[in-house]
């Protein structure tokens, strides 16, 4: 069995994307799609008040474990009485959003040889506190909706960046996430 593996970056880099290795990496899991399968996975401590950390020290790639040392530091605005030292989940949640539809674009446009000068995405969202609160059982605790708007900018044509859209829509992992419902299994341990 192939492995998908990191490359550094060489004179065929475009928008910093080694095109070579991620058209090798898209080629190896189209021959063999046990590549593809991944697991991700994170450990968030509670720090006090509002605060947190999670920490991410893995994944698994095509049944291979790669180490990672990372740690991602919440907490909530003074307002919501936090320390607002670090962003809030909504603000992870929608960064993670963003980012990943980053990933779609930025990796289609630079496997269509178009360079890029800017990529910018804005999202933005409503939440009602008196559903957190539990003030109001009819007010939903979450988004009604979530909008965001793409600028991008480069050497590719209407045609082709809309092309790239209609892709990140049908592809972006986070945004099918978001964007539909998906099974959530919760389990309580007392310790």
């Known amino acids: 069995m192939q492995s998908i593996t990191p490359t550094t970056p060489t004179p065929t880099t475009l928008n910093g994307v080694d095109t070579p290795a991620l058209k090798g990496a898209i080629e190896a899991v189209a021959q063999d799609p046990a590549l593809g399968m991944t697991t991700w996975n994170v450990r968030t401590h509670w720090k006090g008040g509002f605060r947190s950390d999670t920490k991410v020290s893995n994944f698994t790639i095509g049944g291979k474990t790669v180490e990672k040392d990372f740690t991602v530091k919440i907490d909530e605005p003074l307002e919501l009485c936090g320390t607002n030292r670090f962003a809030n989940p909504q603000e992870y949640l929608m960064a993670a959003l963003n980012a990943c539809m980053m990933v779609g674009y930025v990796a289609l ?49 209407r045609e082709q960046f809309e092309r790239i859209h209609e892709a990140v829509v049908a592809t972006s992992p986070n945004r099918f996430n978001i964007a539909n419902a998906i099974r959530l299994k919760s389990r309580l341990i007392v310790a």
Do not use: H, Q, W
């Not at 360079?115 to 999202?123: A, P, S, Y």
């Not at 969202?125 to 991008?152: C, N, Q, S, T």
């Open 109 to 157: 446009c630079s496997l269509e040889g178009i360079e890029l000068e800017e990529v910018r995405i804005e999202t933005e969202g409503d939440i009602d506190l008196r559903g957190f609160f539990g003030l109001d059982p009819e007010v939903k605790p979450g988004y009604d909706e979530m909008a965001y708007r793409v600028y991008i900018r480069g050497n590719g044509t």
